[in-house]
């Protein structure tokens, strides 16, 4: 093998394994990427069934139920447009409350989204910009 072909043979090598590098590290992050959600974008989707999405919203008024022989909760998240009924099995943040924000990272399973973690905060930062004006349209 001369020269001019060891050196083109190692500069392909090189570009193959950058490509497939960078080819793998896309794939990672498109995998593991969670979008957020209102509620009535997640029931007006078709398939999202068991697809894992963040749903993002307020928690309704008066919906949190507590299992009293689990940590199992219920509520429903809003967008003041439509609703979905949440599972939780866990412990929820000491800022979970009603009407506040919440983002729970979890996967539709028929009418209800089961939960498999829950964000929480005082103010509407977690909050996706398209709920945040709906909440704002709403409360005028």
Known sequence: MNKKTRKFLFITILFLIIALSIYYVLDTFQKNMVFYHSPTEILSSHNIEKKDIRLGGMVKENSIIRDQNSTE???????????????????????????????????MEGEIFLGKKVLAKHDENYMPPEVLEMIKSKEK
């Open 73 to 107: 909760v219920r509520f429903f998240v809003t967008d003041y447009n439509k609703e979905i009924l949440v599972k939780y099995n866990g412990i929820l943040p000491d800022l979970f409350r009603e009407k506040k924000g919440v983002v729970v990272e979890g996967y």
